[in-house]
């Protein structure tokens, strides 16, 4: 059973860069295409973009202009950079699995929590 | 982008009622569409994919259906474990793959 894990800093200065990594555990990193979902605190859920273990990858428009992602398979790991952060971007993120129509985002981690605040 | 939209925002139901959750997209989305369950301090969790299969180890007291623009997410009988926020998402066309607002099932 795959496992995902987030791990970076609770706590980001506004205008500095977030940057969290999703560890893979207990599976291949090629199973999935790998992304990042939000969740202010309170509301809904905001798809951020996916990256594949080939290092593609595919952005919310609405984000793509702040988003990076990257890859590491030699770790099974997989990051996310978020630049120019407001407190807009104060949420939960999660790393998610996506396997396809059939295994829409099936993996999921348990989220970590990330506070933009001077 | 497509718009999700659910209704009602908060659903009340007895534990052993039905409970009948809606999600409308802005334009078609075929029978991409995927339900969720999210607790408390929890992620969220796959449910439902192609608007009505079950993903594994879902209880058979949730089923969906709908296509198109109407999807509906129905739990036969509310067990107490079942009182959660339920979240619809598309995946027909993106970017950006999107999710609907969610339902919240209280108890009543």
């Known amino acids: 059973q795959v496992q995902l894990q987030e791990s970076g800093p609770g706590l980001v200065k506004p205008s500095e860069t977030l940057s969290l990594t999703c560890t893979v555990s207990?599976?291949?990193?090629?199973?999935?295409?790998w992304s990042w979902i939000r969740q202010p605190p309170g509301k809904g859920l905001e798809w951020i973009g996916y990256?594949?273990?080939?290092?593609?990858?595919n952005y919310n428009p609405s984000l793509e202009s702040r988003v990076t992602m990257s890859i590491d398979t030699s770790k099974n790991q997989f990051s996310l950079r978020l630049t120019s952060v407001t407190a807009a971007d104060t949420a939960m993120y999660y790393c998610?699995?996506?396997?396809?129509?059939?295994?829409?985002?099936?993996?999921w981690g348990q989220g970590t929590m990330v506070t933009v605040s001077s | 982008e497509r718009v999700m939209t659910q209704s009602p925002a908060t659903l009340s139901v007895s534990p052993g009622e039905r409970a009948t959750l809606s999600c409308r997209a802005s334009q078609s989305v075929g029978s991409d569409l995927a339900w969720y369950q999210q607790k408390p301090g929890q992620a969220p969790r796959l449910l439902i994919y192609g608007a009505s299969t079950r993903a594994t180890g879902v209880p058979a007291r949730f089923s969906g259906s709908g296509s198109g623009t109407e999807f509906t997410l129905t739990i036969s009988s509310l067990q107490s474990e079942d009182f959660a926020v339920y979240y619809c998402q598309q995946y027909n066309n993106w970017p950006p793959l999107t999710f609907g607002g969610g339902t919240k099932v209280e108890i009543k």
């Open positions: 207990s599976g291949s990193i090629s199973s999935h295409y």
């Open positions: 990256i594949y273990y080939s290092g593609s990858t």
């Open positions: 998610a699995g996506w396997g396809g129509s059939t295994r829409p985002f099936d993996i």
